[in-house]
């Protein structure tokens, strides 16, 4: 199959409806590639040690892998790494609140979004619910809350600056009545099937539900929740999906889709976590590797470091660095930073561009104006943590970190076509 790049981002617009958390785009994948002939393996049970196709999942992050046949003990990895959160709102404890008539929810910030894009918009609940016998139930609520901004008529100086108070004004309201009679996680309980009292524990986010769209004079542009960065996360699936029907040899393809990047990465399913070591570990004992042959397999891997970047913005160049200035439908970034808030060096960039060119892909480079400190990814932390080269890139976005972000059409499928020419070595 060879979609163009407007089926790739139709497919990635259903993968974002039906991801609303990371738990659901986990498990999303992980079902996409059990049809795909990989199989689902727990970690707590023993693995086969022989090549083929699997998928675990941990949480919130899942990691895949194709290991060939013919592969050795000292077989080098192809690591696509990504992330499965975003900058939300993650219901508090005790979270059914409200006044005046209203139900309100209680919310958390998580991570870094732009507040006043989440005004005025429906959004759901999801995530997971626990009961105490420690099954895990998802939930997703559809549209229920809205972060109602205040009518111009009672600030009049709102389009002069618009200040938002995370603990004040960040309260979604999601009914009317009486908040000592009502109970949001009752609702919750509800919608997964499973009785309030047997819950004890929740991870629950919010999210937009305006369905992703394709726009512009012609149709060149894509506007959607999460992009930043199941946009990477779609790729490499699709990447990998690819491999499962053409990969005979070469080196073993992983895509690891990790948690908690938007607040730092540090948990168990997060890149500074040991979820991706415990993986190839338990991969190259299935192989029969000792010490010494690991250490030959990750000095013959590679990881590419999958988060999206910056497009120049029309209104705010002087905020980017004046000679790269990526625009979108450019090609996918390769992000470089000298104080190693990315990971990209020389050998690193001479393999993306010749891969890049092995798979007719255009590319941009990104570096940050240097009076605007850029962001990081999971890039140092793989590649602190394993020793295994790194290189950050990602899809230009404007609208980062706002509840519906922009990209261009043709950026996502060829990151896609990059990721599949990364798998097939």
Known sequence: MNPTPHEHVTDLGEYVAASPSSFHAARTAADRLQAAGFTELREDSDWPAVPGKYVVVRDGAFIAWIVPDGAAPGTGFNIFGTHTDSPTFKLKPSPTTGKFGWLQAGVEVYGGPLLNSWLDRELELAGRLVTLDGVEHLVATGPLLRFPQLAIHLDRAVNEGLKLDKQQHMNPVWGLGDPSAADLLGLLAAKAGVDREEIGGYDVVAAD????????????????????????????????EAAAESKTGGSIAVLAAFDHEEVGSGSRSGAAGPFLEDILARISAGLGAGTADSQRAFAASFCISAD???AVHPNYAERHDPANRPVLNGGPLLKINANQRYTTDAPGAAYWAALCREAGVPYQEFVSNNSIPCGSTIGPLTATRLGIRTIDVGIPLLSMHSAREMAGVEDPFQLSRAAGAFFAR
Not at 212 to 235: I, K, T
Request: charged share 15%.
């Open 209 to 240: 539900t305006q369905p992703a769209r394709v726009f512009g004079a012609d149709s060149e542009f894509f506007a959607s929740g999460r992009l930043d960065n199941l946009s990477s996360v779609h790729a490499g699936l699709c990447a990998l």
């Open 308 to 310: 999206a970047g910056h």
